[in-house]
């Protein structure tokens, strides 16, 4: 089977930094993907990562490290909005199938 | 960015009855179009992938039967719930995606079905 593995939650203060990591271990690898849902909303996209390294976008940076099956997503000066789920999502192979980890629930104190 | 919108939002029915949910990209062609099921705080688990004039490919453990899925055209993939039951009562999602194989996906808002 394919195991994606996230913490369930993190609790952070406003103006903070967070780190959710994210280790897999699935059959295929084709690149891995952030989403962040709010409660009852869609997941929107954040950031995709398919070589080793740092991707950096405003206040969200995402890693990977495909020899270690490990990615993690990084939050720098945390608000008040940040406060959702954000889903690990591996695409296995060709075709765009994603798997989702279990998705970290993050809230943010002021 | 992508638009993919998906009707109703919200649905309560009877048990037994059938659903249908629609899922349309609004400005630009999904040739893949994902169906998901998430239960409360849980994560999205995918059902099946649509190709756009093809079957649909569903994942193990899911009733093709019961959850029927067509892909008529390159904007639209529907997703009925036949014959449905309390424990069909989920979040269903939609994504898609523009370039067969080769694009990141786009999530509809979701429909919230609640089966008495």
């Known amino acids: 089977g394919q195991n994606i593995d996230q913490p369930t939650e993190m609790t952070a203060t406003e103006g903070a930094i967070v780190q959710i990591n994210c280790t897999y271990q699935t059959s295929g690898f084709n690149g891995l993907f952030w989403y962040q849902q709010h409660a009852g909303e869609a997941p929107t996209f954040l950031s995709y990562?398919?070589?080793?390294g740092l991707e950096e976008k405003g206040r969200f940076s995402s890693f990977l490290s495909r020899s270690k099956g490990y990615s993690y997503l990084l939050l720098k000066e945390l608000q008040m909005k940040d406060s959702a789920s954000y889903l690990c999502a591996v695409e296995l192979g060709a075709g765009n199938k994603l798997t989702f980890g279990g998705g970290t629930r993050v809230l943010v104190k002021p | 960015g992508a638009v993919v919108s998906q009707h109703p939002s919200r649905v309560i029915c009877k048990s037994g009855t059938s659903v249908k949910i629609e899922c349309r990209s609004l400005?630009?062609?999904?040739?893949?179009m994902f169906w998901y099921r998430q239960f409360p705080k849980q994560s999205l688990m995918l059902m099946a992938t649509?190709?756009?004039?093809?079957?649909?490919?569903?994942e193990q453990g899911v009733e093709k039967d019961k959850f029927l899925i067509n892909h008529a055209s390159l904007t639209l993939s529907t997703l009925t719930v036949t014959s449905a039951h309390p424990e069909d009562s989920s979040f269903y999602i939609c994504s898609a995606s523009g370039l067969a194989g080769r694009d990141t996906q786009y999530f509809g808002p979701g429909t919230r079905l609640t089966v008495l």
């Open positions: 400005d630009f062609q999904a040739t893949t």
């Open positions: 649509s190709n756009e004039g093809s079957k649909a490919t569903y």
């Open positions: 990562n398919v070589l080793d």
